[in-house]
């Protein structure tokens, strides 16, 4: 263990600059920029409110935000996983020339899709005040949710980049499964239409949901239950650990499916 830690050490300088480099490559010739990191939720949110807030009837004041929470969430996952899935083919010219540890190039993609995501994390501020809720001390449940966010998307992400080195198919696979957890995790509708019909079941054991309702109970004032608080944070730390013993038994065979 020491020695990945003092590899890892040893290369965090090229670890920064590919997140810079992802940050200003997703950005380049766009007029707006970083702005659109707040645009798209924002506009998403409108969007889903008044379509999804009319066919379900919701007078709730606070359905905005309850929307905007699990967008954030949901994004960034969605984002940071597909770039990571596809970020070791990205890049076979440089493996193919350079050694480095090549669990730089999905950690990368999380890491920078994560500060695009903080940054994006502005916009509650407004919506906050629109939908006049005044965050109390469970605001500290948006940080442990983003904390589990990331350590969950990380061991996802990782394993998906090497799935996609061997499997070229996994990329249009895994967008197909993000449509379905987008579907599966309360985003754009409320959770008591089923826990009624009986299937809370899909959010209980679906660790998007569980993070988004950590994020909601934060900005709304209530505390989720412990299963919600820990499920997700035991699954991504075990997602991690295989991603990265996946790297290390695969990744001397990369350059033969690149």
């Excluded at 830690?5 to 200003?24: A, C, S």
Aim: aromatic content about 18%; glycine content about 6%; some cysteine.
């Amino acid at each position: 263990m020491k020695k990945y830690i003092v590899g890892f050490l040893d290369y965090r300088y090229l670890l920064k600059e590919l997140v810079v480099k992802g940050i200003r490559l997703k950005y380049r010739r766009s007029y707006l920029g970083i702005i659109w990191s707040l645009l798209e939720p924002l506009l998403t949110t409108v969007v889903i409110v008044v379509i999804f807030g009319t066919l379900f009837n919701r007078d709730d004041p606070h359905f905005p935000l309850y929307v905007l929470c699990g967008r954030l969430i949901y994004g960034f996952f969605s984002a940071a996983t597909r770039g990571a899935c596809r970020s070791v083919r990205a890049n076979a010219s440089m493996i193919k020339k350079v050694y480095v540890p090549k669990y730089l190039y999905p950690l990368s993609n999380v890491l920078f899709n994560f500060i695009i995501s903080g940054i994006s994390l502005i916009i509650l501020i407004p919506v906050t005040i629109y939908c006049r809720v005044l965050p109390d001390w469970h605001i500290w449940l948006v940080l442990w949710s983003v904390f589990v966010a990331l350590i969950f998307t990380i061991g996802t992400g990782l394993i998906l980049s090497v799935l996609d080195v061997f499997f070229r198919d996994v990329e249009y696979l895994w967008g197909v499964v993000l449509t379905l957890i987008s579907y599966m995790s309360a985003i754009m509708y409320p959770v008591d239409r089923l826990v009624k019909s009986g299937y809370f079941w899909i959010l209980k054991y679906n660790p998007i949901y569980c993070m988004i309702d950590i994020f909601r109970g934060g900005m709304l004032g209530y505390t989720p239950s412990l299963w919600e608080m820990f499920f997700p944070l035991v699954l991504g730390l075990l997602l991690l650990a295989a991603g990265f013993y996946v790297f290390k038994k695969k990744q001397d065979e990369f350059i033969l499916h690149l």
